[in-house]
């Protein structure tokens, strides 16, 4: 049975509010900051109870009594800051749900605080927020992160790569995760997959795509390193945050867009405004969401809280992948009746565009050392999962 259409919320960080990637409350954790920081300290407030060392004490100095802060019972609260809307379909829920998990996982020991994007910090301003302890954690997307760190777009996806099994297991067991840990070292920060989001749609168009050659001229939104093969391909491409897309699409200043998935896109509205809806999603065939915590938090976890959290992570990765399909089934079919023109991308496009895709990763692979060596860990694991699938799919 359909879910009530009502009940579909949008996926709209909310990105109007940024404010050039920084925090935009100066409200600071003083329990930790950067690793370097807390390195040229004698000892780390707070954190010595959650790696279950000596109670920390301080004195009342009115009453002249002794205080034990709630972290020195061997509790805590984080905040988690994210570059979600709260509560929004797919990523918003899930980032809730993780909270709620480590909360209980810890027994009480960490409590949560989930925040949407703006209320402590912009959508991308979480990075910096948990390395610099203004906030614990952060729920987030690695390829935001692409501008700095090259090599974080693939801990979220690239053009015509790894599906979420697939994803999930090069992360997992095919040293994805080393890698990541590395590429993140110098940020101070400790990255985990989170959540999942599935595989893209291509995207909303205006007007039909028959050929390749209707691609040109055409005026897309899209993200991550598929804007340069759009261009390639002969269309504009836009970058733009969720909050301003329906808007863009409504007035004419776009054509076309490319979101995420029929839950989401479906709750934004797009169906409103665009008729063909096509497949497949080549630049986007998987959603990893990201977990972020602060490096020098993550340290001086005492091992069962640290493995508290891991699988609290784990399990929610595994969940938002699976809600991910199974709403994505019933928007799609909501689409359908309602009218959506549900269609395949011409052979042409599709291609032409894995031709394309070939030179424009090759190049981006040469960015750095690092990011050569995440490129050919990915095309390895590619190789080896590929095989396997075929043999399944025979």
Not at 18 to 34: D, E, Q, W
Not at 101 to 125: C, N, Q
Request: aromatic share 8%.
């Amino acid at each position: 049975m359909l879910a009530p259409k009502a009940e579909i919320k949008p996926i709209e960080p909310d990105l109007d509010r940024a404010s050039g990637g920084r925090p935009m409350s100066k409200t600071r954790n003083t329990r930790f900051s950067s690793r370097r920081q807390v390195l040229r300290a004698s000892g780390t407030l707070g954190l010595t109870a959650l790696a279950g060392t000596t109670a920390l004490i301080a004195t009342n100095s009115s009453t002249n009594t002794l205080v034990t802060p709630a972290v020195a019972q061997g509790r805590s609260r984080w905040r988690m800051v994210t570059s979600w809307a709260k509560g929004s379909a797919g990523p918003g829920i899930t980032a809730d749900r993780l909270g709620q998990r480590i909360t209980a996982a810890t027994d009480g020991r960490v409590e949560v605080e989930v925040l949407g994007a703006g209320e402590l910090t912009s959508a991308f301003g979480v990075l910096d927020a948990v390395a610099d302890g203004t906030a614990e954690m952060a729920h987030t997307a690695s390829f935001f992160w692409a501008g700095r760190i090259a090599a974080a777009l693939y801990f979220t996806t690239i053009p015509f790569g790894l599906g979420p099994i697939a994803h999930n297991a090069w992360v997992r067991f095919g040293g994805g995760q080393a890698l990541w840990d590395e590429a993140y070292a110098g940020l101070d920060v400790k990255p985990l997959m989170a959540g999942n989001s599935g595989a893209n749609m291509a995207g909303w168009f205006k007007s039909p795509l028959n050929s390749l050659a209707d691609l040109k001229g055409v005026k897309i939104r899209t993200a991550g390193l598929g804007g340069e093969i759009y261009r390639q391909l002969g269309a504009s491409t836009v970058t733009l945050p969720p909050a301003e897309i329906f808007g863009a699409l409504q007035s004419g200043a776009i054509d076309a867009v490319e979101f995420l998935g029929p839950f989401s896109d479906r709750a934004l509205g797009l169906d409103q405004i665009a008729d063909n809806y096509y497949a497949p999603g080549f630049n986007k065939p998987n959603g990893t969401a990201e977990a972020l915590i602060n490096a020098n938090l993550w340290a001086s976890l005492s091992p069962d809280l640290r493995a508290a959290v891991q699988n609290a992570c784990d399990a929610e990765n595994d969940a938002g992948l699976a809600e991910a399909t199974w709403f994505n089934a019933q928007a799609l079919q909501a689409l359908t009746q309602q009218g959506t023109v549900i269609g395949v991308l011409p052979d042409d496009i599709v291609d032409r565009a894995r031709e394309v895709s070939q030179q424009v990763l090759a190049d981006f692979a040469e960015t750095n050392g690092l990011t050569r060596r995440v490129q050919q860990s990915y095309d390895q694991a590619m190789g080896i999962l590929s095989a396997w699938d075929g043999v399944q799919k025979s």
